[in-house]
């Protein structure tokens, strides 16, 4: 008789770890709903904008119903900060490229990330290396079709906790429409966010009313306009479009151990308007609520928008000689960030830029308009205090209380929560830190490991 496996929540990683496991494993995925659709109020934040728009969400998929797989991989400095040995991750992020991308694909992307970096790495800067794939997966399906075999089950309602037992198996408790039930199981993987996970935890620990510390993001914020010469490398760089997927460098900097990534995005003039306010992301803000009568005329009335996002579905890549400064930084875990929960409330997310990160952020800025002011014709800038920040992706890393994270992901001991007896976290709230990188694709990687590891103990 197979062992049983709990995975709570079926976003990125419960849906490849599922998946994974399927043949060797009894696998139940426990999924908050049935219907998919974006979680706009289940946490409360008061130190900044929350991005509600590709972030959380239920039903089979998660957030990958919302955002475009963005795909970036952790340098090993950043796998250093983590609590990652580089060396150890290696395979596994061969593994995750090939989940999403194709070997031509790969090979098409691989080609202009070295022309990119040949044509910028002269300098101060080096260069970030992302992929968005033209098509959109709800990973849930991805994930199927990348490993088909057994079924699994799928019980949808809110985990509470989960419940040990001295014998080595244990349950979980699910909140659905009938109340209460009971998920048994012999080993339990948190998958199920960096910002659902860690309040899992510590409901299962009856520490309620805890903070969970150690928050980090990339925070992101527009904070220029540029026009550029005609001819200038920016433009090659800032976006290559291949047959099924642009490839987009930042130009990383770094001030103060902290780094900080400028990406440059099409705009049509100098005008700041189309930068500042409620505007400026409406792109990604459509793209889970696409009937809001208020958001399609924030969409019309920003002109720029509309013509980013014809520009990427036709894969004609950046055009003209305007762009805006988009820029995403590092945050350091510390103690005063994180996620306050409260006995029967919502969590509380306190995100907040410090001064320290702000200075560092704004010293890059200046190296990035000094080292390309021969390719810079006009610019106009936002003040620092006035930068507008959003949270961008929650790489999360307030999980760490509650695992070992010894650093080499060889082990289980890894992802293991340290007092729930076979439970193990493979999302978010496992990592201590993510640079500027988005996540997703560390965090597929560190599913296959996981599925590796839990492997051994099936029979």
Same mark, same amino acid.
């Given at each position: ?6 995975v709570?929540?079926?976003g990125?990683?419960?849906?490849v ?14 999924e ?8 706009f109020n289940?946490?409360d934040?008061? !130190? ?19 955002w ?28 995750a ?11 098409e992307c691989n080609?202009?990330?070295? *022309? ?5 790495e ?8 992302m992929?968005?794939?033209? *098509? ?6 991805l994930a199927?079709?990348r490993n088909?075999?057994d079924?699994?089950d ?8 989960i ?6 198996? $244990?349950?979980v ?18 998958c199920?966010? $960096? @910002? ?16 969970c510390a ?12 540029v026009k ?5 490398? @920016?433009?090659a760089?800032?976006? !290559?479009?291949?047959?099924s ?9 770094t ?5 900080t ?6 705009a049509?003039d100098m005008?700041l ?6 505007a ?12 809001s009568?208020?958001?399609i005329?924030?969409?019309? $009335?920003n002109?720029?928008a509309?013509?980013?996002a ?6 004609l890549g950046f055009?003209?000689?305007y762009y ?11 103690? !005063?960030r994180g996620?306050q929960?409260? *006995?029967?409330?919502r969590?509380?997310l306190?995100w907040?830029? !410090? ?5 560092s ?17 006009e610019r106009? *800038? ?10 961008a992706?929650?790489h ?6 509650f ?6 992901t ?7 929560a340290?007092?729930l ?17 988005n996540?997703?694709?560390t965090l597929?990687?560190?599913?296959y ?11």
């Amino acid at each position: 008789m197979k062992k049983r496996v709990a995975v709570i929540g079926a976003g990125l990683c419960g849906s490849v770890v599922s998946t994974l496991l399927r043949n060797d494993f009894e696998v139940t995925v426990i999924e908050q709903g049935k219907k998919k659709k974006p979680l706009f109020n289940d946490v409360d934040c008061t !130190t900044g904008e929350l991005n509600t728009s590709i972030n959380r969400a239920e039903g089979l998929g998660g957030t990958t119903n919302y955002w475009h797989n963005a795909l970036i991989e952790l340098d090993d400095v950043d796998l250093a900060k983590a609590g990652i040995k580089p060396r150890s991750i290696e395979p596994y992020y061969a593994k995750a490229w090939r989940f999403f991308l194709s070997e031509r694909e790969l090979a098409e992307c691989n080609r202009a990330r070295d *022309a990119n970096r040949a044509s910028i790495e002269s300098g101060e800067c080096t260069v970030a290396h992302m992929v968005l794939p033209q *098509a959109r997966y709800n990973v849930w399906n991805l994930a199927n079709e990348r490993n088909p075999g057994d079924d699994i089950d799928v019980v949808y309602g809110h985990a509470e906790k989960i419940v040990p037992s001295a014998n080595g198996s $244990g349950h979980v408790e699910v909140r659905g429409k009938k109340g209460i039930e009971r998920v048994e199981a012999d080993y339990f993987l948190l998958c199920a966010g $960096g @910002l659902a996970t860690p309040v899992l935890l510590a409901n299962s620990l009856g520490q309620d009313s805890a903070f969970c510390a150690g928050y980090h993001d990339h925070p992101m914020a527009y904070i220029a306009k540029v026009k550029i010469r005609p001819d200038s490398r @920016l433009k090659a760089v800032s976006c !290559t479009a291949t047959r099924s997927a642009e490839v987009r460098a930042g130009l990383i900097y770094t001030t103060d151990d902290l780094k900080t990534v400028v990406y440059l995005r099409p705009a049509i003039d100098m005008k700041l308007a189309s930068i500042t306010g409620a505007a400026r992301y409406i792109l990604s803000d459509l793209r889970n609520d696409p009937f809001s009568p208020k958001k399609i005329m924030l969409l019309l $009335g920003n002109l720029e928008a509309i013509r980013e996002a014809i520009l990427f579905k036709t894969r004609l890549g950046f055009r003209g000689d305007y762009y805006s400064v988009l820029i995403l930084g590092e945050q350091t875990p510390i103690a !005063t960030r994180g996620i306050q929960m409260a *006995a029967g409330k919502r969590p509380s997310l306190n995100w907040h830029v !410090t001064p320290a990160e702000l200075s560092s952020y704004d010293q890059s800025v200046s190296k990035f308009f000094a080292e390309f002011s021969d390719d810079i014709l006009e610019r106009k *800038a936002l003040p620092a205090a006035s930068w507008e920040f959003r949270n961008a992706a929650h790489h999360s890393g307030t999980a760490n209380q509650f695992v070992a994270a010894p650093g080499d992901t060889t082990s289980l001991e890894f992802f293991s929560a340290t007092k729930l007896p076979n439970s193990y976290v493979c999302d978010g709230s496992l990592l201590r830190a993510a640079g500027i990188a988005n996540s997703g694709l560390t965090l597929v990687a560190l599913g296959y490991r996981l599925a590796d590891l839990m492997r051994s103990m099936a029979n």
